[in-house]
């Protein structure tokens, strides 16, 4: 299994409450993800890093922002949950062995629920 | 867009059967790759074939993958209880970012 660690996962919170969501791993990897998943659906992107102090959007337009200050850390930030947030938010990580892809790995995700 | 489309969108067999989940693509890849995602939990990496690979094996998995017709196929010989589970496709089409497929449902029933 893979070292990577997302917390909490499960969250039940009020619209309107600040939220970070952290996942960290301890491979080294350089390449970090985040995606959403709603049940029983695809997985979609909605933020990547490819090192530290870089970040960039995903596929999937959100209102949630994330920072890449340290190599194992990438936390997913939303400043004023809604109820169109509720999904799940899945971490991944892949590294760079200079011979191309490389697989992705998973943390567990984060259930989040917006009342 | 979404990218992959998997079929079926759910699959039930009884165990020991084998079980074959077919994706499709609509553009170019670098990579095609296979997860696995049991209830309540992150996917699991299963296997990566190249664009230039057309099969490839891993224990009870083997993959193919025809670049012409856009489709891959993973199947699961003699199946087990333990791989109920989701199985998603996901191709790569550059600097490393995946784009999944909406998954089969695989049950295996004792």
């Known amino acids: 299994e893979a070292d990577i660690y997302q917390t909490p996962r499960y969250l039940v919170i009020g619209t309107g409450k600040k939220i970070t969501l952290e996942c960290s791993q301890t491979m080294g990897h350089d390449k970090m993800y985040w995606y959403q998943q709603d049940p029983g659906m695809e997985l979609h992107l909605i933020h990547y890093s490819y090192g530290v102090n870089s970040t960039e959007k995903g596929d999937l337009s959100s209102e949630s922002t994330v920072s890449r200050i340290r190599t194992e850390h990438f936390p997913l930030t939303l400043e004023s949950a809604r109820p169109s947030h509720t999904s799940q938010y899945l971490c991944?990580?892949?590294?760079?062995?200079?011979?191309?892809?490389?697989?992705?790995?998973f943390g567990d995700g984060t259930r989040l629920s917006i009342l | 867009s979404q990218q992959g489309e998997e079929d079926p969108q759910a699959l039930s067999i009884q165990e020991g059967e084998n079980a074959t989940m077919n994706c499709s693509y609509k553009?170019?890849?670098?990579?095609l790759q296979w997860y696995r995602q049991n209830s309540g939990r992150g996917l699991v990496h299963l296997i990566l074939?190249?664009?230039?690979?057309r099969e490839k094996h891993s224990g009870r998995l083997r993959v193919t993958l025809d670049t012409s017709k856009k489709s891959s196929s993973l199947l699961i010989t003699a199946s087990r209880a333990a791989d109920t589970a989701s199985y998603f496709c996901?191709?790569?089409?550059?600097?490393?970012?995946?784009?999944f497929g909406q998954g089969t449902r695989l049950t295996i029933n004792p």
């Open positions: 996901a191709t790569e089409q550059g600097a490393q970012k995946l784009v």
């Open positions: 074939i190249r664009s230039n690979e």
């Open positions: 553009t170019s890849i670098n990579n």
């Open positions: 991944a990580s892949s590294g760079d062995r200079g011979r191309g892809s490389q697989p992705q790995h």
